[in-house]
C-alpha cells in the first residue's frame, strides 16, 4: 500500500467506479492508498456495496482497513461476511497486537544510559 493521499476529487471517482460496479479498476486504484483512505471510501458507501468493496481487498489490506473503520460499519461488515472471514480477520488483529506490545515491551527494556 502506498502512502498516498486521497484527494476529494479521487474519492468521487473512486465512489464513480463503485457506483457502475467497475470493482476490478476499482480495486486496483483503492490498493494505491493507505488503509485510512480505504476506510474513508467505504465509510461513503451504501451498506450493499460496502460489504462488496472490503471482500475484495486482499485481506492484509482488508485487515488493517477493519481497524480503521467506525464500529457500526464494522459490525455491518461482521454481519455480512462468513465467520472464516470473520476468524481471519480476527486473528490478524490480534497478532498485530501481540506484535505491537512485544515491541513496545522490548523498547521499554532497552535503555539509554
Do not use: G
Not at 476506510?39 to 451504501?46: G, H, N, Q, R, S
Not at 451498506?47 to 468493496?53: D, F, L, M, Q
Amino acid at each position: 500500500m502506498s502512502n498516498e493521499v486521497m484527494e476529494r476529487n479521487d474519492l468521487e471517482r473512486l465512489l464513480m467506479l463503485a457506483d457502475e460496479k467497475k470493482y476490478r479498476q476499482l480495486k486496483e486504484e483503492l490498493l494505491e492508498y493507505n488503509e485510512v483512505d480505504i476506510a474513508a471510501l467505504i465509510e461513503e458507501l451504501d451498506s450493499e456495496r460496502t460489504v462488496v468493496v472490503f471482500r475484495m481487498l486482499p485481506k492484509e489490506v482488508a485487515t488493517d482497513v477493519f481497524a480503521e473503520l467506525p464500529v457500526e460499519t464494522q459490525t455491518h461488515i461482521i454481519n455480512s461476511i462468513t465467520d472464516q472471514e470473520i476468524s481471519e480477520i480476527v486473528e490478524d488483529l490480534f497478532l498485530d497486537d501481540c506484535l505491537l506490545y512485544t515491541s513496545d515491551a522490548a523498547d521499554d527494556r532497552i535503555s539509554v544510559d
